[in-house]
């Protein structure tokens, strides 16, 4: 069966540009997550969802970045506009609820010259 | 606050030894506690999970993890380490109630030598 999916793999942008990630999430799950990853900081949780309501948002650095999950098999990470410093390997992972592991995505490669 | 905690940030053993990579947690009641691994330009995948009963939980590709409650750890174990196990590997805590998501340690390398 297909896992979490995301695209683009990679990213090449400059500063300035509009970004926009992209997931779908197993079919069935109910929550969705958006991760953030680079050597200095680690896995980092920017927001989830449940049953596509935003839970918490508390990990989104700043109002560059907005979440959306506008149905149950598609969600979008934006960054507008792109700074270098957001420049990381951004994951997607979806669930069931309650004590079921999360399955993660390849991850975006995201770079901001 | 809540918190995962993963003392080594690398953890260097030769093929065919045991290995053990540890976890302590600082979460309220009894979470839910999980192990994932990650492989160069690749997501996170489930190892094992313990929720209840054993404490010796069995997972994929021969790892295990010991739960132990009094000194609220989770270390992840394999009795024969291979080259092919050398990865990241992040410790994960799910605080039982509704709500919440995972908190996860920084992750420790391993690193397996022929």
């Known amino acids: 069966d297909a896992g979490v999916i995301q695209s683009p793999r990679h990213e090449v942008t400059e500063m300035g540009q509009e970004v926009t990630l992209r997931c779908k999430p197993i079919?069935?799950?109910?929550?969705l997550f958006w991760y953030r990853q680079t050597m200095m900081r680690g896995l980092e949780l920017l927001i989830y969802?449940?049953?596509?309501?935003?839970?918490?948002d508390s990990g989104m650095p700043e109002d560059r970045f907005s979440a959306k999950m506008p149905n149950a098999s598609f969600s979008t990470l934006k960054i507008q506009p792109s700074e270098p410093r957001d420049s990381a390997v951004y994951f997607c992972?979806?669930?069931?609820?309650?004590?079921?592991?999360?399955?993660f995505g390849d991850g975006t490669r995201l770079s901001i010259l | 606050a809540q918190s995962v905690a993963q003392p080594e940030d690398q953890v260097n053993v030769a093929e065919g030894n045991p290995l053990t990579v540890k976890c302590t947690y600082s979460?309220?009641?009894?979470?839910?506690l999980f192990w994932y691994v990650q492989y160069p330009n690749r997501g996170l995948q489930f190892l094992l999970k313990?929720?209840?009963?054993?404490?010796l939980v069995k997972g994929s590709y021969g790892f295990e993890a010991e739960f132990n409650k009094s000194q609220t750890s989770f270390h992840l174990k394999k009795p024969s380490a291979l080259v092919s196990d050398s990865a990241l590997y992040f410790c994960?805590?799910?605080?039982?109630?509704?709500?919440?998501?995972?908190?996860f340690g920084k992750g420790t390398t391993l690193s397996v030598s022929s």
């Open positions: 992972a979806s669930s069931l609820e309650g004590g079921q592991p999360q399955h």
């Open positions: 079919s069935g799950h109910n929550s």
């Open positions: 969802f449940n049953n596509n309501v935003p839970i918490d």
């Open positions: 979460v309220s009641g009894n979470p839910y």
């Open positions: 313990y929720i209840t009963g054993d404490n």
């Open positions: 994960a805590v799910r605080p039982n109630q509704a709500g919440t998501a995972l908190i």
